[in-house]
């Protein structure tokens, strides 16, 4: 079952990295930026953990349960989760603001420097 395969949780592993990749719509630019809409980015992210995460619950869906609810809980995390916080919030990507607030230098230490060590 796990030839060629490191651990018998292949397809867990697989599902997740395959689905963080949903969350590199907050680098959504503008449509020249070579990536879809957020929110597409988000759905077409997830479709291709799904593969991944369809086989967790193929494989164990007479085995154990724990697993099972491992893989709908990832799903429920990307879609309906991050799917709509950022239909909602942001639709057309991050807003960032061209009048931000001018960065400051941190503020000077108030205690003096230690002494240098003993020579």
Known sequence: MTEGRRS???NHLKAV???????????????????SMPIAHVEESWQAAEFYNNKVLVEYRNKDSNHVEWARALKELYVPGLRNYVKTHYP??????????????????????PPPPPP
């Open 17 to 35: 990295a395959e689905s963080l990749t949903a969350l590199a719509w907050i680098a959504y630019v503008g449509k020249d930026c070579g990536m």
């Open 8 to 10: 018998d949780f292949f």
């Open 92 to 113: 057309l990507g991050p807003v960032w603001s061209a009048t931000g607030s001018a960065v400051s230098a941190p503020p000077k230490a108030s205690a003096p420097a």
